[in-house]
């Protein structure tokens, strides 16, 4: 089983290689109460998902300056 633990936008995520069903789960601790977490079907996949729950994330907490 891997393990990957990363950095994106100064927030920190896991990432975890599964074997059955086979496929990568990620878990991003965006606050002290907030948690998003999925599951992609490569590593790769997995990874992207997890940065776009960042993005998200970090957007509804600081809004560009379009939407203020």
């Known amino acids: ?3 990957l633990i990363m950095r994106y936008r100064d927030i920190e995520y896991q990432v975890v290689q599964t074997s059955n069903p086979t496929g ?3 878990n991003v601790q965006i606050d002290e109460r907030r948690t998003r977490t999925g599951s992609g079907f ?3 996949n997995a990874i992207g998902l997890a940065h776009r729950a960042i ?3 970090l957007q509804a907490i600081r809004p560009t300056a379009e939407t203020a």
């Open 55 to 57: 993005d998200k994330a």
């Open 42 to 44: 490569s590593r790769t």
């Open 24 to 26: 990568w789960k990620w």
């Open 1 to 3: 089983m891997r393990y």
